[in-house]
């Protein structure tokens, strides 16, 4: 049975060796500046691939990456900085995309990796396994993804609730992540993250979050040691980090954003200038990020209390 399986895994992983054809997200925009949670002036473009995660699995990949008008990769700053992507439990990576497509405006490479019945915690390294793929197949030649990313550009991992979870053992396992972001989610009691230091932590939930509530995020954050930044998003609940949330999941949330474009920008304003601070060692986001001076937040804690 295993013979057959790595037969046909092989042949989809030939076929896939190129990601098929890009599909076009969002078009370059010039004018754009990417500031105050604005999407930034690249286009975006998806290729979707099979990687081998295990002898004998396999998992996909979604690969957001700026791209000029014809979905090919822009290759003026390149090679790009990765954020690496966690989906919620039982919750699919397409419905993180809105985000994922406004962090690759902006310069960066988002991989999101699939997991078994949509639960991170059951593959949690499967989005390592995505980032040496990636990393193999943008430094071959042949690859139109050529050159989109090296290992002399940082990793940042990121995870919404149960996928937040993993992301903690994904930062603990690979020291060369140098950034963590939990959205509406605080690290598992069995993670010993107090030992983990010397790398930045950003953790956010919603206002109205009543999956992960600010006090309980808050006491998961108080964990870490070393530089982390704490805030809460103004009336944002737990599934507005998602699209297309369902009755059932609402039924277990607090109050929906009422205007959640304008909730979400202020959500990317932070997230923008932390990413920019971490991985690409902007002063300037450096600056905001020390302050704290964002629209739309109701509690802004810097460092962890350790």
């Not at 002063?283 to 629209?295: M, N």
């Amino acid at each position: 049975m295993k013979i057959w399986f790595l037969i046909c895994f092989s042949a989809l992983f030939v076929l896939s060796a190129c990601g098929g054809a890009p599909e076009l997200l969002l078009s370059p925009a010039a004018q754009q500046t990417g500031v105050e949670g604005a999407r930034g002036p690249y286009g975006v473009s998806m290729r979707r691939w099979m990687f081998q995660a295990r002898i004998t699995e396999g998992a996909q990949v979604d690969v957001l990456y700026p791209s000029d008008a014809q979905g090919e990769l822009d290759r003026t700053k390149a090679p790009y900085p990765v954020v690496l992507f966690i989906h919620g439990g039982l919750v699919r990576a397409v419905r993180y995309r809105w985000l994922a497509q406004h962090i690759a405006s902006r310069g960066y490479v988002v991989l999101m990796s699939s997991h078994l019945a949509d639960l991170a915690l059951a593959q949690s390294d499967n989005s390592l396994f995505a980032l040496d793929d990636f990393r193999k197949r943008t430094s071959n030649r042949q690859s139109p993804l050529y050159g989109a990313h090296d290992t002399s550009q940082p990793v940042a991992v990121m995870g919404h609730s149960l996928g937040g979870v993993t992301s903690v053992t994904d930062w603990m396992v690979r020291k060369e992540i140098k950034g963590l972001c939990l959205l509406g989610a605080w690290p598992a009691s069995s993670d010993p993250i107090e030992i983990e230091a010397t790398r930045s932590v950003l953790s956010l939930t919603g206002q109205h979050d009543e999956r992960s509530t600010p006090a309980r995020v808050l006491e998961g954050f108080q964990q870490f040691k070393g530089e982390g930044y704490y805030a809460v998003i103004d009336d944002m609940n737990h599934f507005d980090w998602t699209d297309n949330a369902s009755a059932s999941e609402l039924a277990t949330d607090g109050p929906a954003a009422k205007d959640l474009a304008q909730s979400r920008t202020h959500a990317q304003h932070v997230i923008d200038s932390w990413l920019d601070m971490v991985l690409k060692n902007d002063s300037a986001a450096q600056k905001l990020i020390e302050r704290g001076a964002f629209k739309g937040i109701s509690s802004w804690t810097k460092g962890a209390v350790q």
